[in-house]
């Protein structure tokens, strides 16, 4: 499929459904890093 110009595969709902999965555990992702930075800043203070 590499080279392909299908953008059909664009419209697919698998496609949809992975790149939502994707946003989702990114933002998961993003949370969690959040999270841990603030942890350890705060026992930095202590």
Known sequence: ??????????????YRQFIEGLKARVAAARISAARAVNRDLTQLRQ
């Open 1 to 14: 499929m590499k080279g392909s110009n299908d953008a059909s595969l664009l419209i697919t709902p698998e």
